[in-house]
C-alpha cells in the first residue's frame, strides 16, 4: 500500500470517480452525481494550490483511497474527498486511519489550526471516525466556513489542532 499526492493523468482520473461513486451511491445510496462535485476534475487547481494537497491511496497501481485538503484561508482548511472501498478500512489496513494522518502531518507542518468537514446524516460509520479523532460536531450556525459541498442533511465538524 501507497499513499501518494494525487497525479492528473486518464487513469487516476477514472479509477478516483470509480471509488467515489461505489462510495457515495453504490454503498451510502446518496445519489451524488459527479456534476455536483466538480473539483474532482480540477484536482491540481483546486486542491493543490495555497498549501492545499489531494492524496490517493494504491495497491498494486490501483485507486483504493484518496483524502483530500482544502485550505479557506491561512488557519482553517476542509477534510474532503475522505473514501476507501470497504476492504480496506479496519484490520488489517487500516486505511482510513493511514490516510487521515497524512491529512494531519501536512495540516500541522502548513501550521494550520482548524480542520472543518462535512458528512450525510446517515453516514454513521463516518462520524464514529471523525469524533474518535477528536472533531466536534457543531451547529452549522456555528461552522463559521463557506465552501461548496453537496448537502444530503450533513452533519458538520470542526477540530482544533
Known amino acids: 500500500m501507497q499513499i501518494i499526492p494525487y497525479q492528473n493523468n486518464p487513469k487516476n482520473q477514472a479509477q478516483l470517480v470509480d471509488l467515489i461513486n461505489y462510495c457515495q451511491n453504490i454503498e451510502a445510496k446518496l445519489d451524488i452525481k459527479m456534476a455536483e462535485q466538480d473539483d474532482i476534475f480540477q484536482i491540481p487547481t483546486y486542491y493543490q494550490k495555497n498549501g492545499g494537497n489531494f492524496w490517493i491511496a494504491l495497491d498494486d497501481n490501483q485507486i483504493v483511497g484518496s483524502i483530500a485538503f482544502l485550505p479557506l484561508d491561512n488557519k482553517t482548511a476542509v477534510l474532503k474527498k475522505f473514501f476507501t472501498y470497504p476492504k480496506y478500512r479496519g484490520q488489517p489496513h487500516h ?67
Open 95 to 161: 486505511l482510513g486511519a493511514q490516510l487521515y494522518q497524512t491529512l494531519l502531518t501536512h495540516a500541522k507542518l502548513k501550521s494550520f489550526q482548524r480542520i472543518v468537514l462535512d458528512t450525510p446524516e446517515k453516514e454513521e460509520r463516518s462520524h464514529y471516525f471523525y469524533e474518535k479523532q477528536g472533531f466536534q460536531q457543531v451547529a452549522s450556525e456555528n461552522f463559521h466556513a463557506d465552501y461548496p459541498y453537496p448537502d444530503r442533511d450533513s452533519r458538520v465538524y470542526v477540530l482544533t489542532i
